[in-house]
């Protein structure tokens, strides 16, 4: 019979990994979702992977990246003196003959390092491959959560500046778009299937880099009274509502940018010709 004063029924093998500590709910059960959670985060570790394995092929292969007048945005600007001739291209042999690496790497660090650094990709590879957490109310496996405070998730912190060169890099691409409205001969006034695709595809890198966050930041921050700063005002309301499709932006660019590369490789290795309109 029960007194009231014996001591609470404690789990003889209590789980403390991850939320499940002394201090959370006591439920058995993993979670008591019963929808198909894991197809999201499942989704995102596939496209993201795709991504990676294709980029570090194309990175790697040093071959097909100029099909004149189109240059891949993975090799753009070519700063290796070891890069593909390309004329009237962003071609700035910055790095001498000792660079025997494919010059992609050389450009591919400042994209991928705003990227990965992003809020939204944080977010992305976080539940899709550190299953932390791996969606809304599931318990991540990890025994605890420091957050972005130590190494190396702290790096996350270097984004502001990561974006800073996103906006070069997307002024060198649209450069190679005005450069994209000439034949193979180098005259302009011309415009083919690559044009469309270069255009798309800078249309939705530059969204997506004034889409960011700290984009947003720049432009708004730090202002007390919006009624004293009205073109800052309206600067940072155009930014926040690209700011609200963040993440439909981080995707478009991400498979366009894949898309404009994939294109130039196709022409570059003769498997189609560029049909050009006019």
Known sequence: MATGTEPPATDPQ???????????????APHLRT??????????????????????????????????PYVSPFYSPCLAENCEPMRGGPNWELFGSWWGLSPAIL??????????????????????????????AVAEPHRKYTGETRFPLVLQNVHRYFFYAALLVAL?????????????????GHMGLGTVVFLVNIALIWAYTVSCHSCRHIVGGKLKHFSRHPVRYRMWQWVGRLNARHMQLAWASLVSVAVADLYVYLVASGAFDDPRFF
């Open 14 to 28: 209590p789980r403390r990994t991850g939320v499940r500590t002394g201090t959370r709910a006591a439920i058995a």
């Open 107 to 136: 450009i591919l660090v400042f994209p991928l390092g705003f990227r990965l650094t992003c809020y939204y990709y944080r977010k992305a590879y976080y539940r899709g491959f550190w299953a932390s957490p791996p969606a809304c």
């Open 172 to 188: 060198v691409l649209t450069y190679d778009t005005v450069l994209a409205f000439r034949d193979e001969h180098y005259a302009w």
């Open 35 to 68: 929808d198909r959670w894991w197809l999201a985060p499942a989704a995102t570790a596939a496209g993201l992977l795709a991504f990676v394995v294709y980029s570090t092929w194309r990175a790697l292969s040093n071959a097909d990246y100029y099909a004149a």
